[in-house]
């Protein structure tokens, strides 16, 4: 018998919550989730607003200063996040490192967590200034070097950013620009990506950006801590899933074989998932997902494209939610069920899902990250564990084993 209280804290409360199911880590005025409802609100505003009514930087200027702009703020921050798309002239040298066939996620860790070896100027995190340059040149950067991990991979040019164009028609021109000069950016397509962007931008405390503020909370650079984020939402289970979720689609391909996956994403001796499908928070429709399928349909139209693919998801869809084993588990599709349709019919490949994942959530990682050096309760991340290993023994020399 062992007093606890030795282990575990004077008070001798402990809490075995794999996964954090139910332990909040902080206290946060960003972002509310409702999952039984299917509510989302970035400072109180709802998500089918934002996305229907804001732009990506309005949304973004929301998260880190808690308030809307007036149109001079907007203005000023628009400008403010231009000044600063540029990267270091060396930073390509990085890019030239890597094989052609690198997953641009794997670049993307690499050269957003060696950013601090550049901007020696922001990696005082105890300086308000610093800490607000580092957030605008990493919301300003991150376009410039996603659309350079992409240039990379087809061996074209990397492309200077466009100041005179949004943040998202540039990051488009320099991902699509050949020749750049007679790039000209769809409007249609710059305002789904936006929106998709907006649809991205923060959802509290999920496993990246929790992530992003246990490694901010033992004092690294912000820079540091957006590679660690980047890390976390690589995951299939995370960001991952938009990419995983249109390979899933397209392999099954035509809508007579859906009933087949779905009995695979049943049986559990098969670890099949249905990708795009289900969320820790969401019990009911992610409202992510319903402004998502809306806007396939406005992009494939002003395209003209005719995917199979959009009416394998709304079959799945259908088939999913009429069946006892998806309702019982409150399984829906999230964000990520439709988003890759769109980013495919947009010309990305798959690859660069998660990538477009990333620059915008870093929105997100970067509010969170200040809001939390703010709080005067914040302490270093450190979980304690249920210790299930050997009791004490003694260490037996090498040559009597
Ligand atoms: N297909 C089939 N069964 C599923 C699925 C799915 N997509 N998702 C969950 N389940 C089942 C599980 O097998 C489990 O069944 P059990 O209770 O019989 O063991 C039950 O539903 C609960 O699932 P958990 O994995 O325990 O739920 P958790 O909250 O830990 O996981 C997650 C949520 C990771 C999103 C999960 O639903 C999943 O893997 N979905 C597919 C990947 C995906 O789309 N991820 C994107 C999430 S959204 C985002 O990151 C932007």
Not at 42 to 59: A, D, K, N, T, W
Request: charged share 20%.
């Amino acid at each position: 018998v062992v007093d606890i209280r030795k282990f575990y804290g004077q008070s001798g409360r402990f809490t075995y919550d794999p996964g954090f199911t139910s332990t909040a880590s902080c206290e946060s005025k960003i972002t509310y989730i409702d999952g039984d409802e299917g509510v989302l609100l970035h400072r109180g505003y709802p998500i089918e607003q934002l996305s229907e009514q804001s732009s990506f930087m309005e949304v973004a200027y929301l998260l880190l200063r808690g308030e809307l702009p007036t149109p001079d703020e907007h203005d000023d921050f628009v400008r403010t996040i231009s000044r600063h798309t540029m990267v270091h002239e060396q930073l390509a040298m990085f890019y030239r490192g890597f094989r052609r066939d690198a997953h641009p996620m794997a670049i993307m860790c690499g050269v957003v967590g060696a950013l601090s070896a550049f901007y020696h100027d922001s990696t005082d995190i105890n300086d308000p200034a610093q800490r607000l340059i580092a957030s605008h040149r990493l919301i300003a950067k991150m376009p410039t070097i996603a659309a350079m991990a992409y240039k990379y991979a087809v061996g074209q040019p990397f492309l200077y950013p466009d100041n005179s164009l949004s943040y998202t028609g540039n990051f488009l021109r320099m991902t699509f620009g050949v020749p750049a000069e007679q790039y000209e950016v769809n409007p249609v397509v710059e305002k789904a990506l936006d929106r998709i962007f907006i649809l991205h931008a923060d959802h509290e405390q999920n496993a990246s950006t929790s992530t992003v503020r246990l490694a901010g909370s033992s004092g690294a650079n912000p820079f540091a801590c957006m590679a660690a984020g980047i890390a976390c939402l690589w995951g299939p289970a995370h960001g991952g899933a938009n990419e995983a979720a249109l390979n899933m689609l397209r392999e099954i391909g035509r809508p007579e074989r859906i009933p087949e996956f779905i009995a695979r994403a049943k049986d559990k001796n098969d670890p099949f998932r249905l990708m795009g499908f289900g969320h820790r928070v969401y019990k009911n429709y992610d409202p992510r997902a319903t402004v998502m399928q809306k806007t396939v349909r406005e992009v494939l139209s002003a395209l003209g494209v005719d995917d199979p693919v959009f009416e394998v998801a709304l079959r799945l869809e259908e088939l999913a939610l009429s069946d006892d084993y998806f309702a019982e588990k409150k399984l829906f599709p999230n964000v990520d069920f439709y988003s890759g349709i769109i980013l495919s019919a947009i010309g990305f490949p798959t690859t660069m899902f998660t990538v477009l994942f990333a620059l915008a959530r870093t929105v997100g990682w970067v509010a969170q990250w200040n809001e939390m050096i703010e709080d005067p309760e914040q302490k270093i991340g450190r979980p304690r564990q249920l210790y299930t290993g050997a009791t004490t023994r003694d260490y037996i020399p090498l040559d009597k084993r």
